[in-house]
């Protein structure tokens, strides 16, 4: 082989190598290089984490709604998180994330027991203001409470069973859940109502676990074992709905009073079309809306006034035929 032929084999083979890797440097780069692209983000004033009992509970949409409304006014990044379905263990787990995550102030449902006040000592030890909302723990060092007079509501359905019924009344009660501080308020405020009226008595309680299906199993089951029931009163939102249910399935034609609560629209139809007495009103959009504008005043000082009592009220048909505007 001559020198010359030597020469060309060599640079052709050099030319190759480096194609090659010039091949391997470009795709490598394309591979596992992260282009550092500017990103662009909204200058919020504050972070607030909004704590709901279930991630797609109506009820807690309407309070997100709220929520989001004055935070949207006033400049507010407010992070919605929830279990998918109601489980006070998992709802402690968010609790203590977001305090770890240094957010600038926590709005969430009250629960019941030694964990809960902890994280709220937690909280307040790290300068996070903790605003409980909807159900209230006393107990704890919150900042603030926000919602309904849980009491007094149950008291409202009381008195709309004294004033629109007539002899012996057995009341069957489903409540969204027998561990829920706000539930057993407002049964505690229905027994203190009734209490002076001895023509009205509770005959028993179920549990619905705040769906639509529970409640109408538990109005099943409150009826076939109490057949004498004439009264029926939900103390959670979905409740109304799933005792018409319950009850079209178990005696179509058997009168009943019924009491709901909330303001859903299936809850308002089902008054208008008098398959429901009334229902116990509270306005989830104002409790979201006052927390946010309350959560902007602890950042800067302490409230005189911590316990914050959103508008309650009873609503019966032509309430809802007077008004349209009954869920804010």
């Known amino acids: 082989m001559s020198t010359l032929t030597k020469r060309i084999l060599y640079t052709i083979s050099i030319i190759l190598f480096l194609t090659s890797f ?46 989001r409304e004055a935070a949207k006014e006033n400049d ?15 709802m402690l787990r968010l609790f203590d994330r977001l305090i770890a995550a240094k957010v600038d102030g926590i709005i969430t449902q009250g629960v019941e027991g030694e964990q809960f006040v902890d994280l709220v000592h937690k909280a307040v030890e790290r300068g996070i203001p903790v605003i409980t909302i909807d159900t ?23 008195r709309t069973i004294i004033e629109n019924t007539m002899g012996k009344q057995y009341i069957g009660i489903v409540t969204g859940r027998l561990d829920a501080i706000n539930q057993q308020q407002r049964i505690e405020g229905l027994k203190e109502e009734i209490a002076s009226h001895p023509r009205i008595q509770i005959v028993d309680t179920k549990e619905s676990n705040i769906t639509r299906i529970g409640a109408t ?5 409150l009826l076939k074992k109490h057949p004498e029931i004439n009264v029926l009163v939900g103390t959670s939102s979905l409740d ?57 005043e602890l950042q800067e000082q302490v409230l005189l006034n911590n316990e914050i009592f959103t508008e309650t009220r009873i609503l019966g048909k032509d309430d809802v035929l007077q008004s349209s505007g009954a869920t804010r």
Do not use: C
């Open 136 to 158: 209230d723990v006393k107990s704890s060092e919150r900042n603030a409470y926000v919602g309904t007079d849980n009491f007094y509501a149950g008291r409202l359905a009381g």
């Open 76 to 90: 507010i990044f407010l992070e919605y998180v929830a279990p998918k379905r109601a489980d006070n263990e998992h």
């Open 240 to 296: 109304g709905i799933g005792m018409v249910k319950g009850l079209e399935e178990i005696a179509p034609n058997k009168e009943v009073y019924i009491t709901a609560f909330d303001v859903l629209p299936r809850t308002l139809d089902l008054i208008r079309s008098n398959k429901i007495d009334a229902t116990i009103a509270q306005y989830p959009i104002e409790m979201g809306n006052k927390s946010v504008k309350v959560m902007i």
């Open 217 to 221: 199993q538990a109005t099943y089951e």
């Open 22 to 67: 010039t091949v391997m440097l470009y795709y490598g780069y394309k591979t596992f290089y992260i282009k550092n692209e500017p990103t662009t983000s909204e200058n919020y004033t504050y972070h607030f984490a909004l704590i709901a009992e279930e991630t797609e509970n109506d009820y807690w949409r309407l309070i997100e709604q709220g929520a």
